[in-house]
């Protein structure tokens, strides 16, 4: 079984427990339910029991559960993954252009609240359905949609993108060459899953920096565990990166804040959304400073 950098630090006083932790961007792969090799790729097993293991030493409050390309439009496994995890996590799935008004409510009821478009590896719509599956899944269920694709190829899609309701690009966008497109998105109030930062090639800092500057609520950080395909698997001092680079401030808010509004982790039956706060997930949480930790 693949070994994970994110379990040896796990203990009451540990910098990875001093700040609450929405996990923006994880897959579940449980091989009892179907995959679809990509490419030829089909990636190892990181079971729901696995990942609690795995985010064990953090003050994990919920996250997101992201259907990757080897899953396609399959819906049991994430169901499944959605019950199994509770309160506090939802879902990102993967939707043929077709699918009925029915299916979308259903899968809200179930905590599903985005639908993902994969330009990067396939196994989602085309491209050329964005525009109407966004607009259609936000006017409907109040979804967003997300977008896992190099930023040398927002360019063209920069009007399409700036005009949806609501909308994410996955790890930080991957490319320098693109990245000021990203942060002309962020400025315009599109989020950046701070994500993957093996994935990427410049420097992540300076990245988290340039995008916080511009608009704070934007970032939301996640494991990508488990790192399917990445050149460098998700390690802890990614976790600890974003409390170094931006502060106790910053961190709450690209730990948690940013992506628990996102996601609308604390919405009521009636649809309304209040104010969030690390304890209405999670009460025993207590509060601690990273900062006066032992180093």
Avoid at 24 to 32: A, E, L, P, V
Avoid at 35 to 51: I, S, V, W
């Amino acid at each position: 079984m693949r070994k994970f950098t994110t379990g040896q630090s796990g203990h009451p006083h540990s910098p990875l427990s001093a700040l609450p932790l929405f996990d923006s961007h994880f897959h579940i792969i449980d091989r009892r339910f179907p995959l679809t090799p990509n490419n030829g790729y089909l990636p190892e097993e990181l079971t729901c029991e696995t990942y609690l293991a795995e985010t064990a030493p953090y003050a994990l409050q919920g996250g997101a559960i992201v259907s990757g390309s080897f899953q396609a439009f399959d819906q049991s496994y994430l169901l499944n993954a959605l019950a199994k995890l509770g309160h506090g996590f939802v879902g990102v799935t993967q939707l043929p252009a077709s699918t009925g008004d029915e299916e979308i409510l259903r899968l809200d009821r179930a905590g599903v609240r985005a639908v993902r478009f994969n330009l990067k590896r396939g196994g989602s719509e085309e491209v050329a359905h964005l525009d109407r599956v966004a607009r259609r899944v936000h006017e409907l269920a109040r979804w967003h949609v997300e977008l896992y694709v190099d930023s040398q190829e927002l360019d063209h899609l920069y009007g399409t993108v700036i005009s949806l309701p609501s909308v994410s690009i996955d790890h930080l966008g991957l490319s320098a060459t693109g990245f000021g497109t990203v942060l002309k998105l962020a400025e315009r109030g599109v989020r950046v899953k701070a994500t993957g930062f093996g994935r990427v090639d410049f420097d992540v800092a300076t990245a988290l920096r340039q995008l916080y500057r511009i608009n704070p609520a934007c970032l939301m950080f996640g494991t990508d565990l488990p790192s399917t395909r990445a050149p460098r698997p998700y390690r802890e001092e990614d976790f600890l990166l974003v409390a170094e680079t931006l502060g106790e401030t910053g961190a709450r808010a690209v730990l948690f804040h940013n992506a628990a509004e996102f996601y609308r982790i604390s919405q009521g039956h009636g649809g309304e959304v209040r104010a969030i706060h690390p304890t209405d997930i999670f009460p025993q949480w207590a509060p601690a400073s990273f900062w006066s930790l032992p180093k």
